[in-house]
Structure formats: structure tokens, C-alpha cells
């Protein structure tokens, strides 16, 4: 097992964000990255888009020479953006349609949750995840599961794909 270093940009987007210019670059700062060796980049766009933007993924997704993964609610539906100069959120599966990440790390975070903290509860959503995780598969990406280290429900997970 090799082990490689994606690096998440959420925190350079919530500063540009923050400033309202397009300083400090995304796609500069994963360049970046990527000089100095790491193996992918990491975001994950929400619905509000206070940190990366869908556009930022699409752009990412154009330039990138390394490992893409893109994380985030696969349940997160369109929502329109009240902020001027920012696009609409498509919805999250919508992003990872155009971008085709190779890894897909899905996350049940809320809209109104500061930051990812709680896994899924696959007793509960194993029936809505399945034909997700089928379509990524068959979009050519890598799932991964936001888990709580709950055996029982690790167990669930490779049940789900």
C-alpha cells in the first residue's frame, strides 16, 4: 500500500471568498501544490459555496495533473447563489458529472453544518447510496464513505459498494 498526500484548498477559497477578489487563486495555490509534490487535491463544495465554488471545480478539473476527489453530500440538490459574480450550485452529483473526479468522497453534512462531523448511518441510507455509488463507479471514480469508527456500520459499507 502506497501512500499519497492530497491537499484540501477549502481553506484558500474561504479567504478569497472572504475577501471578494479572486486573490488568493485556487488553481495557482494547487499548482502550488503540486510543485512541491503532493499526489492530488482535495475540495469539497457546498451548496452555499462559502469555501470552494462549483466553478472552482471546474476549473480544477481542466488543469489538474494529478489525483482529483471531490468531496460532499451526494444528496445536495441546486440552490441558487444570492451572492453576486457567483454561479449556481448545481448540485453536488452535477459536479462530479462534468468534472469526473477519480476519488468521490461522499458526506452527509448538512447545508447549515460549520464542518463535516458525523459519518452516515448506513441502516438508514444504504438504499438511497447504492445506485449513487453505482453511478460514480460507472463514471470511472473511486468512492469513499464519511464513516464513524462504528464497526457495525464499516461492515454496512462495503454491503452499499
Given at each position: 500500500?502506497?501512500?499519497?498526500?492530497?491537499?484540501?484548498?477549502?481553506?484558500?477559497?474561504?479567504?478569497?471568498?472572504s475577501?471578494d477578489?479572486?486573490?488568493?487563486?485556487?488553481?495557482?495555490?494547487?499548482?502550488?501544490?503540486?510543485?512541491?509534490?503532493?499526489?492530488?487535491?482535495?475540495v469539497?463544495?457546498r451548496?452555499d459555496?462559502?469555501?470552494?465554488?462549483a466553478?472552482?471545480?471546474?476549473e480544477?478539473a481542466?488543469?489538474?495533473?494529478?489525483?482529483?476527489?471531490?468531496?460532499?453530500?451526494?444528496?445536495?440538490?441546486?440552490?441558487?447563489?444570492?451572492?453576486?459574480g457567483?454561479?449556481?450550485?448545481?448540485?453536488?452529483?452535477?459536479?462530479?458529472?462534468?468534472?469526473?473526479?477519480?476519488?468521490c468522497?461522499?458526506?452527509?453534512?448538512?447545508?447549515?453544518?460549520?464542518?463535516?462531523?458525523?459519518?452516515?448511518?448506513?441502516?438508514r441510507?444504504?438504499?438511497?447510496?447504492?445506485?449513487?455509488?453505482a453511478?460514480?463507479?460507472?463514471?470511472?471514480?473511486?468512492?469513499?464513505?464519511?464513516m464513524?469508527?462504528?464497526?457495525?456500520q464499516?461492515?454496512l459499507?462495503?454491503?452499499?459498494?
Amino acid at each position: 500500500m502506497s501512500v499519497a498526500l492530497s491537499i484540501n484548498l477549502n481553506k484558500i477559497a474561504l479567504i478569497r471568498n472572504s475577501r471578494d477578489t479572486e486573490y488568493p487563486s485556487v488553481t495557482q495555490h494547487a499548482q502550488m501544490c503540486i510543485d512541491a509534490g503532493a499526489d492530488g487535491i482535495t475540495v469539497h463544495p457546498r451548496p452555499d459555496q462559502r469555501h470552494i465554488r462549483a466553478d472552482d471545480c471546474y476549473e480544477l478539473a481542466n488543469m489538474l495533473s494529478v489525483e482529483f476527489n471531490i468531496e460532499g453530500n451526494p444528496f445536495a440538490a441546486p440552490m441558487k447563489s444570492d451572492r453576486a459574480g457567483v454561479s449556481d450550485y448545481p448540485g453536488f452529483l452535477e459536479i462530479v458529472r462534468r468534472t469526473r473526479p477519480a476519488q468521490c468522497t461522499l458526506v452527509p453534512d448538512s447545508n447549515s453544518q460549520l464542518t463535516s462531523d458525523h459519518g452516515f448511518d448506513l441502516v438508514r441510507s444504504s438504499d438511497e447510496l447504492r445506485p449513487i455509488i453505482a453511478e460514480l463507479k460507472a463514471l470511472g471514480c473511486r468512492v469513499s464513505l464519511f464513516m464513524d469508527p462504528d464497526t457495525a456500520q464499516i461492515a454496512l459499507a462495503k454491503e452499499v459498494g
